[in-house]
């Protein structure tokens, strides 16, 4: 009897320490992804001259939108939620208002996660489109309600901008998601 409780004893320990081992090679996996949203945020509200402000890429929702898609799990709904509330605050904007729109933006992107890998990379870009019109909507939506009327350019100059950052963020994101795999 003794002999089976101390193989047992090393089983567990085996265990134990492989499963520490993975879960510290997970924690390692965080600082890259949490530092790539940080970056967009910075991106979001760094100076720009006036002519190039109403195309500014809508960087945390792209960000946002291929960390949903490749880890639905880890960053979804509740990350989005916290980033729009830092945006909102951020731009001095209406709190709440990029909160909604991104939590709504990644629901979407959440859903569909399965079907939007699949795509190739010209469909992909297209959905990408339709992802930030929807948030860029909703920005609209609520901006009407507020009573807040900006030009058509402030709503659609960053979707157009967005769609044409996307493949090269997107190639960017997998090359840090692949190092911080590593």
Same mark, same amino acid.
Not at 168 to 181: D, F, K, N, T
């Given at each position: ?34 530092? &790539? ?6 991106? &979001? ?63 979407? &992107? ?41 030009p058509a350019v402030v709503y659609w100059g960053p979707v157009i901008s967005g769609t044409v950052v996307w493949p ?15």
């Open positions: 009897m003794q002999p089976l409780s101390l193989m047992g004893k090393l089983l567990m320990r085996k265990l134990l320490l492989r499963n520490l081992r993975m879960s510290n090679d997970r924690a390692m996996r965080h600082p890259p992804i949490i530092f &790539s949203i940080i970056f967009a945020l910075m991106l &979001s509200i760094t100076p720009m001259p006036d002519w190039a402000e109403a195309y500014r890429p809508d960087w945390v929702a792209l960000t946002l939108i291929y960390w949903s898609m490749s880890l639905p799990r880890t960053y979804s709904i509740g990350g989005a939620w916290v980033a729009g509330l830092i945006l909102d605050v951020a731009q001095g904007t209406l709190l709440g208002q990029h909160a909604l729109a991104l939590c709504l933006t990644i629901y979407v &992107s959440v859903k569909f996660h399965l079907q939007l890998r699949q795509f190739p990379p010209l469909q992909l870009t297209a959905t990408i489109f339709a992802m930030l019109a929807l948030y860029q909507f909703i920005l609209f939506w609520v901006n009407g309600i507020v009573g807040i009327n900006p090269v963020l997107s190639l960017i994101l997998s090359g840090l998601r692949e190092r911080a795999r590593a």
